[in-house]
Antibody, heavy 123, light 111 residues
């Protein structure tokens, strides 16, 4: 069974940093692109970042470009999101998702999602 | 404001048919990019419902179907059930933004 499990969320002050992790199991992790998608409280879904299967290609939404860094360790089957210069509007549940058809490709979509981890940015 | 536009809410009685629209533009749906749909039940993570415009993953009932035409796509749900109450999101690729985009979501209420 495909599973992705996020961790690392919590309360952080504006301007602070936080690192999210996602542990994958049940599939050949190194064969698939991965992504982070977030959902602010009571709001819709927003794609945040994606990384290719090898980790050699990364993509970001304009709202987080320059502040967030996505990475992966295929040997440990883990995906990470390093978040810095956090703002109040980064408050959201962050979902890790397995990608079909490659990172930021026209046909790409998310076939498996984790349960999410809540990041709260507040003073 | 989301790049893909969905109605905030739709409703229908049990057994009825409802449709949810997803309107884009020439840089996303109108460019021929695939549309995908997700169902988010209350308090849970999103789940893939339709991929590649009109394909259902294993386990998704054939009461759910998708279509696409021009700059819009639609999700149809027939034989409405109480368990279908959820938020539904469309998703596609946008060439201007060089990324994936979602609709704002539609809340389905079964009366």
């Amino acid at each position: 069974e495909v599973q992705v499990l996020e961790s690392g969320g919590g309360l952080v002050q504006p301007g602070g940093s936080l690192r999210l992790s996602c542990a994958a199991s049940g599939f050949t992790f190194s064969n698939y692109a991965m992504s982070w998608v977030r959902q602010a409280p009571g709001k819709g879904l927003e794609w945040v970042s994606g990384i290719s299967d090898s980790g050699g290609s990364t993509h970001y939404a304009d709202s987080v470009k320059g502040r967030f860094t996505i990475s992966r360790d295929n040997s440990k089957k883990t995906l990470s999101l390093q978040m810095s210069s956090l703002r109040v509007d980064d408050t959201a549940v962050y979902y890790c998702a397995k990608v079909v058809f490659g990172v930021v490709t026209p046909r790409g979509y998310f076939d498996n999602w984790g349960q999410g981890t809540l990041v709260t940015v507040s003073s | 404001q989301s790049v893909l536009t969905q109605p905030p809410s739709v409703s229908g009685a049990p057994g009825q048919r409802v449709t949810i629209s997803c309107t884009g533009r020439s840089s996303n749906i109108g460019a021929g990019f695939d549309v995908h749909w997700y169902q988010q039940l209350p308090g849970t993570a999103p789940k893939l419902l339709i991929y590649g415009n009109n394909n259902r993953p294993s386990g998704v009932p054939d009461r759910f179907s998708g279509s696409k035409s021009g700059t819009s796509a639609s999700l149809a749900i027939t034989g409405l059930q109480a368990g279908d109450e959820a938020d539904y999101y469309c998703q596609s690729h946008d060439s201007s933004l060089s990324g994936w985009v979602f609709g704002g979501g539609t809340t389905l209420t079964v009366l």
